[in-house]
């Protein structure tokens, strides 16, 4: 009898543990060949406005974690095939060699990843093989939502009030217990470096960055975030800084698939009838829940979150595509201390908070008045938790081109900076130029007097900018 052979190709799923592709493939096959592959065109090719596709935090996380998936599936003395080049050729082609019986993927809904699926899914049926698409990349499982995606509700308030505590989310799956290895000979290349895709030797992270890629960090991060913060009996002490206490950091690992979002639910869940805890666990979860509604909104309206006028269709809106006042912007010369924090921030680890997130994109499309799409392409480079219906659909509403309504769209930059950083230990922090300053005139430098300028060694237009706008307004 022919055994059956199962290739698992790997994509934004880099784990064992709760990996539906995975668990199907072993269960249906008697051997299993994972594969993943390094899309050239992904590190090759530009944006539309010329920025890199995949930024080099985003790029090293990657690595790290293709590196810790082959580890962990080697002690299981099974191997990871990796290959460099397209993955619909590859991936066919090794499906033509060892003759395998079907492909097993986590469904990917990004439009250039559908593109992708199309065509190998094609290519396999040209030799009587088939693509096996698998549900395993959100927190509910859309065959349990109460509509199909086509009728996603609009706003997260009508999606929530559909889904939220009505459907329940799934257990994760454990590691397939029997996995066998394919025992025929497929070549795999080495793992490439950061050099080999395309990097500069200077755009390198150093190491103290932040995100170390890999599904026993992912673990290991979420392990920590629990002890420090639900379990620990001096929770009061870490609440100083609300937004610390508020975000996880896990939103890199649930992107490169190392840590999946049933897992966090379940590990936050347990605290949802603490009454201690409840506020924050609620928190995270309502996080996860965004990500499943974006996911399904990108599904809903598919490359709509991608245009100017976004999904509403807004024709009449007119945002500039000014480049001089973008460069700005990216390169943290605004002026404004928050925002050029946020920015440097952004530029230097590849992650920035959501109020962060918010503070910028707010200042691009509001006070300076540039096209959204630019400032979403730049995240697109920049962010290492990337992904394309988050960004995009986040940067759709706070362009107001989504039909959810920002809650807090007039508020002063100024105060809003004062409120999430009221010592302006975050702006000493990433422009120590401003270190000087009193905290009450930190996040105004425009409005120190000269003896306070001169008493801090700051000379504003040559070691700090000037505004680019109008600061009178939030006064
Ligand atoms: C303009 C803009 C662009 C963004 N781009 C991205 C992106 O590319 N990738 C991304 O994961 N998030 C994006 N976000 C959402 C959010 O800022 C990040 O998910 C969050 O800051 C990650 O931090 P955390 O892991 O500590 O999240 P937590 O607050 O701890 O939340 C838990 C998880 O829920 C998810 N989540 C939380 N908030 C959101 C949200 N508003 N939308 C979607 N998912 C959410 C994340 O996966 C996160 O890991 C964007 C927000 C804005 C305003």
Not at 242 to 248: A, Q, S
Not at 424 to 449: M, Q, T
Request: hydrophobic fraction near 35%; charge should be neutral; proline fraction near 5%.
């Amino acid at each position: 009898m022919r055994i059956k052979i199962g290739i698992v190709w790997f994509r934004h799923d880099l784990r064992l543990r709760d990996n539906q592709a995975l668990t199907d493939a072993a269960e249906q096959c008697d051997v299993v060949l994972p594969v993943y592959v390094f899309d050239e065109r992904l590190y090759k090719e530009q944006t539309p406005n010329g920025f890199r596709q995949i930024g080099v935090y985003r790029a090293q996380l990657i690595l790290d974690s293709v590196l810790n998936l082959k580890k962990s599936l080697q002690e299981k003395n099974i191997d990871l095939i990796v290959r460099i080049g397209k993955a619909e050729e590859i991936i066919y082609e090794i499906a033509d060699q060892v003759k395998s019986s079907w492909v097993f993927c986590n469904r990917e809904r990004a439009p250039e990843e559908e593109f992708i699926q199309d065509k190998l899914e094609n290519r396999l049926w040209q030799i009587g093989q088939e693509l096996r698409f698998s549900r395993g990349k959100m927190l509910y499982h859309t065959g349990d939502l109460p509509f199909p995606v086509r009728h996603t509700p609009d706003t997260y308030a009508a999606f929530y009030r559909e889904v939220g505590k009505i459907v329940p989310v799934r257990k994760p799956l454990p590691i397939p217990d029997k996995m066998l290895p394919y025992m025929g000979s497929v070549e795999s290349e080495s793992i490439p470096t950061l050099i080999d895709l395309g990097f500069k030797s200077n755009e390198i992270p150093g190491e103290g960055f932040r995100f170390k890629g890999g599904e026993s960090e992912g673990l290991k991060k979420l392990d920590e975030f629990i002890k420090n913060n639900f379990k620990v009996s001096s929770i009061k002490t870490n609440r100083r800084n609300k937004d610390e206490v508020l975000i996880t950091h896990l939103s890199p690992y649930i992107n490169a698939g190392v840590l999946s979002p049933k897992t966090l639910y379940e590990s936050i869940n347990q605290f949802m009838g603490n009454k201690f805890h409840s506020n924050r666990a609620s928190c995270i979860i309502h996080g996860l829940m965004r990500r499943d509604f974006l996911k399904l909104l990108e599904k809903k309206y598919k490359t709509k979150i991608f245009d100017k006028a976004g999904i509403k269709g807004n024709e009449q809106y007119d945002l500039k595509h000014e480049m001089d006042k973008f460069w700005l912007w990216a390169n943290a010369k605004t002026g404004i201390p928050i925002v050029d924090a946020f920015m440097r921030e952004l530029n230097n680890t590849g992650f920035i908070s959501y109020e962060g997130r918010r503070i910028l994109s707010q200042f691009l499309i509001e006070e300076l008045q540039v096209n959204w799409q630019l400032g979403a392409e730049y995240f697109q480079s920049k962010l290492v938790d990337y992904n394309p219906c988050s960004n995009w659909g986040n940067w759709n509403i706070m362009a107001g081109v989504a039909y959810d309504t920002k809650e807090d769209r007039y508020c002063s930059i100024i105060t809003k900076a004062r409120k999430l950083d009221p010592h302006g230990d975050f702006v000493r922090k990433w422009i120590p130029e401003l270190a000087g300053l009193n905290d009450n005139i930190i996040h105004e430098p425009d409005k120190a007097n000269s003896e306070d300028l001169k008493n801090s060694n700051i000379e504003l237009g040559k070691d700090y900018p000037l505004p680019v706008v109008d600061t009178e307004k939030w006064v």
